[in-house]
Antibody, heavy 119, light 105 residues
């Protein structure tokens, strides 16, 4: 069955860095366009970044532009999020999410990994 | 596009029905999805294209609407249906979510 398993979350100080990973299985990874979506404590869902199935097209939310870098390894069915210059407002559960295209809803979600930015 | 949802919280009894509303700040045609989110679980896609149930979603979930006004109806609520429900538009970039409606007992 479809599985998305995130890892790499943890506690980091403001200004620090973290690298999230997502291992995908149970579907053809190269058919899917992947996103990171986050949920801050007590808040709703916020789309953060997108990468096309080939990795050629990437988008970021304005709130993270210039600080986060998304990438994927299609030989290993993996998605990554390099998080730099972290701020307290980046504290959230980060979900790895798959969709059939840019203009499609989000079909598959991982269980998420918690990132806490605090001094 | 700003998505709003009402009510914020909906209290219902098992076996009753629930009607959740979602509004878009501009016309999104039928490019709307609904998700169910139980605490500690990943969100699950329920409805896409405003009214098409995703694979494996029970028939008691139904979606309707187009343009700017949308509705999710859950008939005969089961215990596992008590959760937070989010609507999301995928008509314009970036994709945006509503703030959610919590359905509790």
């Amino acid at each position: 069955q479809v599985k998305l398993v995130e890892s790499g979350g943890g506690l980091v100080k403001p200004g620090g860095s973290l690298r999230l990973s997502c291992a995908a299985s149970g579907f053809t990874f190269t058919d899917y366009y992947m996103s990171w979506i986050r949920q801050a404590p007590g808040k709703g869902l916020e789309w953060v970044s997108y990468i096309s199935n080939s990795g050629a097209t990437i988008y970021y939310a304005d709130s993270v532009q210039g600080r986060l870098i998304v990438s994927r390894d299609n030989t290993d069915n993996s998605l990554f999020l390099q998080m730099n210059s972290l701020r307290t407002e980046d504290t959230a559960i980060y979900y790895c999410v798959g969709a059939r295209g840019r203009w499609y809803p989000f079909d598959f979600w991982g269980r998420g990994t918690l990132v806490t930015v605090s001094s | 596009i700003v998505m709003t949802q009402s009510p914020t919280t909906l209290s219902v009894s098992p076996g009753e029905s629930a009607t959740l509303s979602c509004r878009a700040s501009q016309n999104i045609y039928s490019n709307l999805a609904w998700y169910k989110h139980n605490p500690g679980q990943p969100p699950r896609l329920l409805i896409s294209g405003a009214s098409t149930r995703a694979t494996g979603v029970p028939a008691r979930f139904s979606g309707s609407g187009s343009g700017t006004e949308f509705t999710l109806t859950i008939s005969s609520l089961q215990t596992e249906d008590f959760a937070v429900y989010y609507c999301q538009q995928f008509d314009s970039w970036p994709p945006t979510f509503g703030p959610g409606t919590k359905v509790d007992i």
